[in-house]
């Protein structure tokens, strides 16, 4: 595909800390919108991988909008819970996607799953998955991901969703207390996004 580089994207998220990320990984000659400019609503995910659901959300808004869109399905893996909660990251949060209902559905699964669960590594993963999607219905798909570990406590106000309570490998802070700029250089999306930066 020819790199044509990309100068107005459509970032097909509603949540509005993924939508500060992106922004922050762009260029900032790249003109951005997101579904609440236009009043979309997201579609339902109905991929079984972050994969999956990513390019069902990049091509459901490009469709929408006729304009190239951007979208990110991620989440957190946790190995003793079975890699979950996984593409369904943003639904235990409930209906208005609240996280910290989410982070006490984790320590409630990691109590059931284990009284002890604190005195053991708690091995977890961010994982991101990213599709440009052009409305030629040519399209990208590209993963990221960060190993580490579930924190005791929820510990930091930075971020959004776990980053709270989760702490990248060979790290002492979790992404919650890092800022932006040290998360940034190591995390999961900006993984993803160095496999697409060549298009901006």
Request: net charge positive.
């Amino acid at each position: 595909m020819k790199k044509e580089k990309i100068f107005n994207l459509f970032v097909g998220s509603n949540n509005q800390g993924k939508i500060k990320e992106i922004r922050d990984l762009l260029p900032k000659k790249v003109e951005i919108l997101s579904p609440k400019d236009l009043f979309i609503k997201s579609p339902n995910e109905t991929g079984k991988t972050f994969e999956e659901n990513s390019f069902l959300k990049a091509k459901f808004f490009s469709k929408k909008t006729k304009m190239i869109c951007l979208a990110d399905d991620s989440g957190l893996e946790i190995d003793s819970l079975n890699k979950l909660p996984g593409i369904y990251s943003a639904r235990w949060g409930g209906k208005k996607n609240n996280f910290n209902l989410a982070i006490k559905k984790v320590y409630k699964e990691l109590k059931k799953n284990n009284k002890s669960w604190f005195k053991i590594k708690q091995s977890a993963r961010f994982i991101c998955s990213l599709t440009i999607y052009w409305p030629n219905n040519k399209f990208v798909i590209v993963k990221g991901k960060v190993e580490g570990t579930i924190s005791k406590f929820k510990k930091g106000k930075n971020g959004f969703g776990y980053d709270p309570i989760f702490i990248p490998l060979n790290k002492k802070l979790t992404f919650g207390q890092m800022n932006p700029k040290e998360k940034y250089k190591i995390d999961h999306r900006m993984k993803a996004f160095k496999k697409i930066k060549k298009f901006f």
